[in-house]
Nanobody, 119 residues
Framework: QVQVVESGGGLVQPGGSLRLSCAAS????????MGWFRQAPGNQRELVAV???????KYADSGKGRFTISRDSVKNTVYLQMNSLKLEDTAVYYC?????????????WGQGTQVTVSS
């Protein structure tokens, strides 16, 4: 059994910051990619950032220069530091973790954490 749980969302003013956390737990062998996706009402889920087991990162253009993804492989936890937040960053943010031969993104999603940017 594998569980993926996000936390850290909330309400923030434009220009503010939030730090999201995602912890994977359960019967875990090896986690390869871990990443953050987001979905706003009426929109498709989109990639925000990904980090590999070796620490290689990739960002969508929307967050480049403002967001930073990092991970603690021992704790099986991935973080997303979001700075200079904009109104368009408002969405439910989901964590995904890739195990073994699973596809990317895998079937292991967190429940989502709401990020609302509003003045």
């Amino acid at each position: 059994q594998v569980q993926v749980v996000e936390s850290g969302g909330g309400l923030v003013q434009p220009g503010g910051s939030l730090r999201l956390s995602c912890a994977a737990s359960g019967s875990i062998s090896v986690i390869y990619n871990m990443g953050w996706f987001r979905q706003a009402p009426g929109n498709q889920r989109e990639l925000v950032a990904v980090i590999t087991r070796g620490g290689v990162t990739k960002y969508a253009d929307s967050g480049k220069g403002r967001f930073t993804i990092s991970r603690d492989s021992v704790k099986n936890t991935v973080y997303l530091q979001m700075n200079s937040l904009k109104l368009e960053d408002t969405a439910v943010y989901y964590c995904n973790a890739q195990f073994g031969v699973s596809d990317w993104p895998s079937q292991y999603w967190g429940q989502g954490t709401q990020v609302t940017v509003s003045s």
